[in-house]
């Protein structure tokens, strides 16, 4: 290998790193200091509070282990900052995030400079008995910090959401491209004996593995995600008075909360608004509909005469696709109509996460990670239901087809939405 080549192969994942880390400062560069640090409900994490988090995982799982003589700031930020990794140390409580006043921003950035200098000590000369292992935390720590791009996303919207000003988050987001109407129509699967699970050489994470073999009845999936207008039509025929359309969790949840229309939706004297990041916005009838729980996609499914997919279903449809489209990359932050592109079913990637009907369960031969890490997803495998394809704050280089995304079922601040599925 010349030295060009070598310089090359060892600066890659410094660069890969770089343009990471500066997505996340980014992302808040619009907030004010005040927006930094509100808790708007227990789901939601200050933005500060994501910054400091993905910089304390490359420190807790990287710096720590593996750079010698490395110092940490502020040795209480491993409490602070830890979110659920019970085996490292004692989480600070996550409802209470939102009382830290201190660190300051200005100190949670000093912390990331920290910790990107110790990572650029560590990658220009990694041990070589770890080198294998850095580079595999290294990667598993950037889509970490990926996931938590889409999370400050959705927990600023949230957190301006609860503001009657209805602040915008940017002022300056492009204006979304005319599109043509949608056809409606649905496209089938024979019956058959699939492959599901990640395959390949490329990263994915655990819950994604082993490969393994589904057996699908013959099914169908429609063309296009459920739209606004489509949604519409569900609410005013009463959809959210019915309780023959509901789970029974979903009924009492929906009675309890006072819930008639999907989160950040409101009607006024000028019809049917839409909180967006970029404030508030007249309802696009043929964008995608979004900011559903699973009890709302399931309810709407069984009102449409049909159901919500399941995983391996949405899976086998999407592994043929390109897994391109409306994503955080495209700037818009919010589902789009768009145009179809080519046959089969359309916007399965970007836009909205997709409810499956599917348990986040663990495939068949499944193991966590070893140690801490090991705690990244295996143990939420109960109560919380999965969902595919990715959405508009999801970075486009962090989603495949075998991606599985996972929420409790009440839960709608994520840009979740839905597609029908029927027996073909």
């Known amino acids: 290998m010349g030295n060009h080549a070598r310089t090359t192969a060892a600066t890659a994942p410094t660069e890969r790193l770089r343009r990471v880390r500066a997505v996340s400062e980014r992302l808040c560069a619009p907030l004010a200091v005040e927006d930094h640090v509100i808790q708007s409900m227990p789901d939601v994490s200050p933005p ?28 209480l930020y491993d409490l602070l900052f830890n979110s659920y990794y019970e085996t490292h ?5 996550r409802i209470r995030r939102g009382l830290l006043s201190r660190p300051t921003v200005a100190e949670v950035l000093d912390f990331r400079r920290h ?7 560590l990658l220009a000369a990694p041990p070589a008995e770890h080198a294998d292992e850095i580079a595999r935390r290294l990667e598993l720590g950037l889509h970490h910090e990926q996931q938590h791009q889409e999370l400050l996303l959705m927990d600023i919207k949230h957190i301006l959401a609860q503001n009657p000003l209805c602040p915008a988050y940017r002022r300056d987001l492009p204006v979304a491209p005319p599109a043509p109407a949608q056809q409606p129509g649905w496209h089938a699967w024979p019956a058959g004996l699939y492959e599901t699970g990640h395959a390949g050489d490329g ?59 999907p989160l950040y939706w409101r009607h006024g004297e000028d019809g049917w608004q839409e909180f967006t990041l970029g404030g508030l916005c007249p309802l696009d009838d043929q964008a995608p509909v979004c900011h559903l729980s699973f009890y709302e996609a ?16 949405w899976e086998v449809a999407a592994q043929a696709a390109s897994p391109t489209g409306n994503f955080l990359d495209s700037d818009y932050l919010h589902p789009l109509a768009t145009a179809p592109q080519g046959e089969g079913p359309q916007q399965l990637f970007g836009d909205v996460w997709e ?50 995304n996972f929420f409790y079922p009440h839960q709608r601040w994520p840009f979740t939405g839905l597609r029908l599925a029927r027996e073909a």
Not at 48 to 75: I, M, N
Not at 214 to 239: C, E, H, T
Not at 394 to 399: F, G, M, S
């Open 115 to 121: 910790v990107d200098a110790g990572l650029a000590e």
């Open 355 to 404: 409810w499956t009907a599917s348990a986040y369960r663990p495939y068949p031969g499944f193991r966590p990670l070893p140690g801490s890490l090991g705690e990244y997803n295996g143990k939420f495998m109960s109560g919380q239901m999965v969902l595919r394809g990715g959405c508009c704050a999801t970075p486009a280089d962090h989603i495949r087809a075998s991606y599985r």
């Open 89 to 93: 140390g004692t989480p600070f409580p």
């Open 48 to 75: 500060k509070w994501h910054l400091a988090h993905v910089s304390w995982f490359f420190e807790a799982f990287l710096l720590k282990p593996y750079l010698p003589g490395y110092r940490t700031p502020e040795p």
């Open 203 to 261: 990263f994915a994470f655990d819950c994604e593995q082993p490969r393994h073999r589904v057996f699908l009845d013959a099914f169908a999936l429609a063309r296009w995600p459920v739209s606004n207008g489509d949604y519409l039509a569900f609410i005013m025929d009463g959809g959210y008075a019915r309780p023959e359309l509901w789970l029974a969790d979903g009924w009492a949840h929906i009675q309890q909360e006072g819930w008639l229309a």
């Open 298 to 313: 399931d309810a709407y499914a069984r009102w449409a005469g049909a159901r919500l997919p399941s995983e391996a279903e």
